[in-house]
């Protein structure tokens, strides 16, 4: 009996931890857990443009936030589009630079 008391609060607390971070967690970094079911889900909307696949890879393109998560942006298929590799390395430079400066202030 004591048993179960004692897994019933430890799994209590951990659902209240993951509560607590979650409510309070602030925007993602580029180095955090991007979901791969948003990923997924928006490739299903939008399929490839270069292969016109809903699954699979995409050469020349990346799935990139519109809004970057380091500067605020959500995790969310609306947050998403097609980039080709070179655009989104460009945005990706002056992403990390003005991210950087609004985090300063």
């Avoid at 971070?21 to 991007?34: I, Q, V, Y």
């Avoid at 809903?54 to 050469?59: E, H, L, S, V």
């Avoid at 990346?62 to 959500?74: F, V």
Wanted: hydrophobic content about 40%; some cysteine.
């Amino acid at each position: 009996m004591r048993l179960d008391r004692v897994a019933l609060g430890a799994r209590a607390g951990a659902v209240i931890a993951l509560t607590i971070t979650l409510g309070c967690a602030g925007p993602l970094s580029a180095k955090e857990h991007r979901s791969r079911a948003v990923t997924r889900e928006f490739q299903r909307e939008h399929p490839c443009p270069s292969t016109g696949l809903t699954t699979g890879a995409c050469p020349g393109y990346w799935k990139d936030h519109i809004r970057a998560l380091a500067c605020g942006g959500p995790d969310a298929v609306s947050n998403l589009q097609w980039q080709t590799i070179a655009d989104a390395r460009a945005k990706d430079t002056w992403e990390r630079k003005a991210c950087a400066i609004g985090a300063r202030q």
